[in-house]
């Protein structure tokens, strides 16, 4: 907000040895999150290989967590609110570190998108209730805006260590054992919450959860997620035009209702302020954009460029390191500029990533690897420097008593934008390299996914041609990706940029 010049600045006060403490366990779910979401997409194509999965299946395994936990983000942000977030926290860290030895061993792709889709379930009680935990343990808003930078670089580490430990694990280990990982944090978090974070509960919030809501918001997500899927594999059909139509339908089903019911799941008025409005788009696009890149990258880095994981690992790290520094630099810099200049950079360095991409061509060797790890760090570079000043100003903008609402709302909003970076720009991606890879009679199978083409080439006597073709395939898609991203994001920094401005509006001006 404007900071009026006749009140005196207050003097920044250091954070506690408990503060601190509380800080460091609050972003191990963060750091987990991170970690299975790089570590998923570099385990694709041995994933392909050993399930076989359809071009579908291929997504639902990457999307199935992230839209489980989109459907459900605000519901456990409500409940963290009514019964207490760590009590939440904890009961989440328990099914998720069981669930993840179900998935390290699964046998099928319809066994690993259910194994998915449950993490995705209990995932999203972690997210929310670290956000409210933060906010209730740090008051202080410069203290505050740090812990935010601090948690969102949790996702940088996380981008760091999970490429580099999953590749090194991809190749000694089956691909189930990047899921194993996930144990090890879990009972960490078990065993440190109680100790270094108190209980966070929102007084008076216990009313009955509003059951219809529930399944209203998470049918809505479902559908809209499936319709644009099946859109992108099958054209304008009957079914995923239906899909779309419904998701629409139910959305504005779900925010009428809100807006009459008393202790609604979702504060929609929220959404009333522009800071909040425009943050909110602005961590959506963020993450999209770098959730999308990441889908395609990893896999062009393996399967067309014919990188090891740990090799592709290590290209992506410098992005990693870059998120981190850009969410400390901004916790620095929204101290002398605006929000809507911080926030619109960010996005459009996101743009600027998918332009060194969409630059690729169709060559081979170290000069695409390089490019392609350019890209990432650009983009990445943007993403820190959004989400760090968007998650302050998502949670400064809501009321206190609605802690865990706005959390939620962060949170689906970071998770919505996995779930489009995956769903449309991944099927952007397949769209293409469907339409444009040579497939010869009998090997129907490439057509879905290039992890399949692969696998199929190497039984085949004209495999190296179908390989050639697969790859040059995936290089148009990717080209496509690229273009699509450029545009996405920047028409949301031009956006966030039209509603941030300063016109007059309270909050508008600064962090």
Not at 119 to 140: K, N, Q
Not at 174 to 191: C, D, E, K, Q, T
Not at 398 to 410: D, E, H, K, L
Not at 414 to 423: N, S
Request: aromatic share 6%; charged share 10%; with cysteine.
């Amino acid at each position: 907000m404007t900071l009026s010049t006749t009140q005196p600045t207050p003097v920044p006060t250091r954070p506690t040895s408990r503060q601190w403490a509380a800080l460091a366990v609050l972003v191990l779910p963060v750091l987990l999150i991170s970690i299975d979401m790089t570590v998923l997409s570099f385990a694709l194509p041995a994933i392909s290989e050993a399930v076989s999965p359809t071009g579908t299946q291929l997504l639902w395994i990457v999307d199935g967590y992230s839209l489980a936990i989109a459907g459900l983000l605000v519901t456990m942000g409500t409940l963290g609110d009514r019964h207490g977030a760590r009590k939440l926290l904890l009961a989440g860290s328990a099914g998720f570190g069981v669930v993840s030895l179900l998935a390290a061993f699964a046998d099928s792709a319809t066994a690993l998108i259910a194994a998915r889709v449950a993490l995705g379930v209990f995932g999203a009680t972690l997210m929310p209730s670290t956000l409210s935990l933060l906010r209730s343990t740090f008051t202080d808003r410069e203290q505050r805006r740090t812990a935010f930078a601090v948690w969102a670089g949790g996702f940088a580490a996380g981008g760091a260590v999970g490429p580099i430990v999953g590749g090194w694990l991809l190749e000694r280990f089956w691909w189930g054992s990047v899921f194993l990982l996930n144990v090890p944090f879990m009972v960490a978090l078990l065993v440190l919450t109680p100790l270094v974070v108190r209980e966070h509960r929102t007084p008076g919030t216990h009313g009955r959860l509003d059951l219809t809501s529930v399944a209203v918001s998470v049918l809505a997500l479902t559908s809209l997620v499936y319709g644009v899927k099946t859109l992108a594999e099958h054209g304008p059909t009957l079914v995923p035009v239906s899909a779309t139509a419904l998701g629409v339908a139910l959305a504005v089903v779900f925010v009428r209702r809100q807006q009459r019911l008393a202790e609604p799941l979702l504060d929609v008025d929220l959404f009333r302020l522009p800071v909040f409005r425009a943050s909110v788009l602005a961590n959506l696009m963020s993450v999209c954009g770098m959730t999308g890149m990441l889908f395609a990258v990893s896999q062009h880095l393996q399967l067309v460029l014919g990188l090891r994981p740990l090799h592709a690992g290590l290209l992506l790290l410098p992005g990693a390191v870059v998120t981190f520094a850009a969410g400390l630099l901004a916790a620095r810099l929204a101290r002398r500029l605006r929000l809507d200049l911080l926030i619109t950079a960010g996005l459009l360095l996101g743009s600027a990533g998918y332009a060194v991409m969409a630059l690729l061509g169709s060559g081979t060797g170290t000069g695409p690897a390089v490019q392609l790890a350019v890209a990432f760090a650009v983009l990445c570079a943007g993403a820190g420097l959004a989400e760090t000043l968007t998650n302050d100003a998502i949670l400064s903008a809501a009321p206190a008593s609605r802690t865990g609402a706005a959390s939620a709302i962060s949170e689906t909003a970071y998770e919505v934008g996995a779930v489009l970076g995956t769903t449309v720009l991944g099927s952007v991606l397949n769209a293409v390299y469907r339409h444009r890879v040579d497939v010869p009679a009998g090997a129907e199978q490439a057509r879905e996914t290039l992890g399949a083409a692969v696998q199929v080439a190497a039984t085949r006597p004209d495999g190296q041609a179908l390989l050639d073709s697969a790859r040059a395939a995936f290089t148009h898609g990717l080209d496509a990706t690229a273009a699509a991203g450029l545009v996405l994001t920047a028409a949301a920094a031009l956006l966030v940029w039209r509603s941030l401005r300063p016109r007059g509006v309270p909050g508008a001006v600064r962090a």
